[in-house]
T-cell receptor
């Protein structure tokens, strides 16, 4: 049982380059999320999707875009990376969108933008 | 504006003793609270949760207490074991249109000393 996989594990990227972080889940969860984790700030929500074909903006969406073509995949794209996007990125999923639903997290992608 | 705060960046506890991790929140709209545990180079994993209509939830060695009037919750681990050494995130859950929103605290690094 894989759960949630993310790729790449880590990446060093030149500023201005385009980058897509991949996220795939095999739990058939409807809801998926992207967070970034920064020291002293915890995890902050970037974008979310409550079902295939729909997406929404989270707390820090600027500079990022997402798509949800099917249930399993939820890629996060940085169109033109900037150094402030250096962070650890976590993808998560949940079976529902109620307050009590547990979110399951992937192992993360460590991104460095130079 | 940090809606969920964990004011202790780190905590060191002797093996076998009780570990108490604290969390404060500001928004009365949160209706569920969750604790996540994170090991290095892994994603956060769900530990325990509590509904805002309860004041205590227990699961084995882990107990979460909620004081709504003080907008404060705490996680008690007893007895503490070396495998409990990790970063612990408190998260508050609320519904936003079409999705669940988790707001995370900054995290507390717990070290259990043998």
């Amino acid at each position: 049982i894989a759960g949630i996989t993310q790729a790449p594990t880590s990446q060093i990227l030149a500023a201005g380059r385009r980058m897509t972080l991949r996220c795939t889940q095999d739990m058939r969860h409807n809801a998926m999320y992207w967070y970034r984790q920064d020291l002293g700030l915890g995890l902050r929500l970037i974008h979310y999707s409550n079902t295939a074909g729909t997406t929404g903006k989270g707390e820090v969406p600027d500079g990022y875009s997402v798509s949800r073509a099917n249930t399993d995949d939820f890629p996060l794209t940085l169109a033109s990376a900037v150094p402030s996007q250096t962070s650890v990125y976590f993808c998560a999923s949940s079976s529902g969108i109620n307050s009590y639903n547990e979110q399951f997290f992937g192992p993360g992608t460590r991104l460095t933008v130079l | 504006d940090q809606q969920v705060k964990q004011n202790s960046p780190s905590l060191s506890v002797q093996e076998g003793r009780i570990s108490i991790l604290n969390c404060d929140y500001t928004n009365s709209m949160f209706d569920y609270f969750l604790w996540y545990k994170k090991y290095p180079a892994e994603g956060p994993t769900f530990l325990i949760s509590i509904s805002s209509i309860k004041d205590k939830n227990e699961d084995g060695r882990f107990t979460v207490f909620l004081n709504k009037s003080a907008k404060h919750l705490s996680l008690h681990i007893v007895p503490s074991q070396p495998g409990d050494s990790a970063v612990y995130f408190c998260a508050a859950s609320a519904l936003i249109p079409g999705a669940q929103k988790l707001v995370f605290g900054q995290g507390t690094r717990l070290t259990i000393n043998p």
